[in-house]
């Protein structure tokens, strides 16, 4: 199930960029697990990769690939992770870019590979290289949809958003895709995103762009608190859309594209936390009143991840103290209790270090049995704040990683 998540299939056509999608049988046969992209020559690629220190030959090799040359293709598989693999995880990462290669008549390092699935294991290579050609056969503009379904893993849904605008005459397009649903946390929180749009802008000033909006959006979810080995978010720039090459951050059109693409990042990012596993309540964390911004993200990460604010949340029990708790233990320095208001949407449960004197469990009761719930938290010592978005903790999300290589 997901929380007021809804399928999105009507997605606006990147010129310059196509999709192509084919089954290679990797865990299930079902539906596409191996999803190819194909970019124009005057396309700019940029991406922001997991932090964790064993982190996935894929996300390796993109790395290296996108420091040596212009990205003219993306092979993505699903049910395999190839994380913790070794040399012969990196080697075989290597082999499906070079099987693409090949086919197209490109040098290896304009491949980027992306996999997600199962830790720890090999992945069938010829089943991969086998199918894909069949990818390459149908790769369309159109392939959108068919794209954000050949890269879920315990996703329920694909996960999709698309829009225009207008600059100085010119209708420009966005579209992304994202996967993820488990083992989601900063650095990055296991996701991919791919999002693309046809302006045309410099390498750097896309990287710096993807850097800065990966931070406001999927470096601000959390579902589990666990770090990915494979996390990536890839942001294209296709360029044929005929404007000048956008260059400089001081260019007015900088700010126009950055927003816009925010808006993309965001739904996305969400997106992978209103469909977490076994999630029923899409929670949104607002910490104000720090010192700091880092304050601000401690706090709200660390009652994110608390295992009792999060069951308390799937069961709807207004159970204050476990917020309160929280807040306490969030290693902010000298935090001076009496400064501190907790609310629950509008329901103040918290003010000047206890208890509202406001505050009635039928109303705290009625606010955690919505499906979308905020809970705000001003620290009263300063003028910075963040969010952060989650999930509550239910049944269900045992059950699905208790089940997982089953």
């Given at each position: 199930m997901s929380v007021n998540l809804s399928v999105f299939d009507a997605f606006h056509q990147i010129n310059g960029l196509k999709i192509g999608f084919s089954n290679a049988g990797i865990k299930q046969t079902e539906r596409q697990d191996l999803v190819v992209f194909e970019l124009a020559d005057t396309a700019t690629t940029a991406g922001i990769f997991t932090q964790n220190a064993f982190c996935a030959a894929p996300v390796q090799i993109c790395k290296a690939h996108l420091e040596k040359s212009k990205?003219?293709?993306l092979v993505i598989n699903t049910g395999n992770a190839n994380a913790g693999t070794g040399k012969a995880g990196y080697q075989d990462a290597v082999a499906i870019c070079q099987a693409l290669a090949d086919v197209k008549g490109v040098d290896v390092t304009s491949v980027l590979p992306f996999?997600?699935?199962?830790?720890?294991?090999?992945?069938?290579?010829?089943?991969?290289?086998?199918?894909?050609?069949?990818a390459l056969k149908n790769l369309d503009s159109k392939n959108w949809f068919e794209g954000s379904r050949g890269i879920?893993?315990?996703?329920?849904?694909?996960?999709?958003?698309s829009t225009q605008f207008e600059y100085m005459g010119n209708t420009f397009s966005i579209s992304g895709m994202s996967k993820g649903a488990g083992m989601i946390m900063p650095n990055m929180a296991t996701m991919l995103?791919?999002?693309?749009?046809?302006?045309?802008?410099?390498?750097?000033?896309?990287?710096?762009?993807?850097?800065?909006?990966?931070g406001k959006s999927f470096n601000r979810i959390t579902i589990d608190g666990d770090t990915s080995t494979n996390d990536s978010c890839m942001l294209m720039a296709t360029g044929t859309n005929g404007q000048s090459e956008l260059t400089n951050i001081d260019d007015p059109f900088y700010d126009v594209l950055k927003?816009?693409?925010?808006?993309?990042?965001?739904?996305?990012?969400?997106?992978?936390?209103?469909?977490?596993?076994?999630?029923?309540?899409?929670?949104?964390?607002?910490?104000?009143?720090?010192?700091?911004?880092?304050?601000?993200?401690?706090?709200?990460?660390?009652v994110a991840h608390s295992p009792l604010v999060k069951t308390a949340l799937f069961a709807s029990d207004a159970n204050w103290g476990r917020i309160l708790a929280a807040v306490g233990r969030s290693g902010v320095p000298n935090i001076n209790v009496d400064d501190i208001q907790i609310h629950l949407?509008?329901?103040?449960?918290?003010?000047?270090?206890?208890?509202?004197?406001?505050?009635?469990?039928?109303a705290g009761s009625k606010v955690m049995a919505q499906a979308e719930i905020n809970i705000n938290i001003?620290?009263?010592?300063?003028?910075?704040?963040?969010?952060?978005?989650?999930?509550?903790l239910s049944h269900d999300y045992v059950s699905i990683n208790a089940d997982y290589r089953s």
């Open positions: 990205t003219q293709y996999s997600t699935g199962v830790i720890g294991e090999r992945l069938p290579l010829e089943k991969i290289t086998a199918a894909i050609p069949s879920m893993t315990t996703d329920t849904q694909p996960k999709g958003t995103g791919f999002i693309a749009t046809d302006a045309k802008v410099s390498k750097e000033i896309l990287q710096s762009i993807c850097l800065e909006l990966g927003a816009e693409l925010e808006k993309v990042f965001i739904y996305l990012a969400q997106a992978i936390v209103r469909d977490g596993e076994g999630a029923t309540k899409f929670v949104s964390i607002n910490v104000s009143g720090c010192g700091n911004n880092q304050e601000a993200l401690d706090v709200a990460y660390t949407d509008d329901v103040c449960i918290v003010n000047n270090g206890a208890r509202a004197e406001t505050y009635s469990e039928e001003n620290m009263g010592r300063g003028d910075c704040s963040e969010t952060v978005w989650t999930t509550d």
